[in-house]
């Protein structure tokens, strides 16, 4: 029993003594090249990443200020046809109002059917653009992790040669 203990013991101190030396990574010329250059690919990779998605947010902004415009015009729209049919109704004679006010009716629900299908429309296109955008910018994202990850390979490859 105390042969075991007195062996269990020495092997805590060997273990202790093995894992307080320390493995110096070679700082070899390679290796500091290698992360020379994989910092210079990380940042190119990052300033293209932020391009694209400038660019993407740009082409959001302008699909959204677009899509305003155009339900603007449509809104426009319907609101001179509601004058319009407005106005026919009371320069009609009073024996044709009842007919004109039905004619007006009609007018006035198309109109309004016209804009809300535009504006739907707009809608819709603008968000295809902006999913779009969304989409450009995680492509730029995902290929700056892409860069990150090869760069940090081609540091231990580095590291491993040496």
């Known amino acids: 029993m105390n042969k075991l203990l007195a062996t269990l013991i020495a092997g ?5 003594a093995y894992a ?4 110096t990574p070679a700082n070899t010329e390679a290796v500091v090249k290698a992360e020379a250059k994989a910092e210079a690919d990380v ?14 947010d740009e082409k959001a902004t302008k699909a959204v200020a677009d899509a ?14 509601h004058a319009d049919a407005a ?4 320069k009609a004679d009073p024996e044709d109002r009842a007919k004109a006010v ?11 059917l016209k804009a809300e299908k535009t504006m739907i429309k707009a809608d819709e296109k603008s968000l295809k653009k902006q999913v779009d955008a969304a989409a450009d910018r995680a492509t ?10 090869e760069a940090a390979a081609d540091v231990h490859k580095a590291a491993a040669k040496h």
């Open 12 to 16: 805590v101190f060997a273990t202790s």
């Open 87 to 90: 106005e026919k109704v009371t």
């Open 20 to 23: 307080q030396t320390t493995v």
């Open 43 to 56: 940042a190119k990779a990052e300033a293209k990443e932020a391009k694209a998605a400038a660019k993407a």
């Open 68 to 81: 305003q415009e155009k339900k603007a015009k449509a809104h426009a729209k319907a609101v001179k046809a």
């Open 102 to 112: 039905a004619k007006a009716e009609e007018k006035v629900s198309e109109a309004n």
């Open 140 to 149: 730029a994202a995902a290929k700056t992790e892409q860069v990150r990850a």
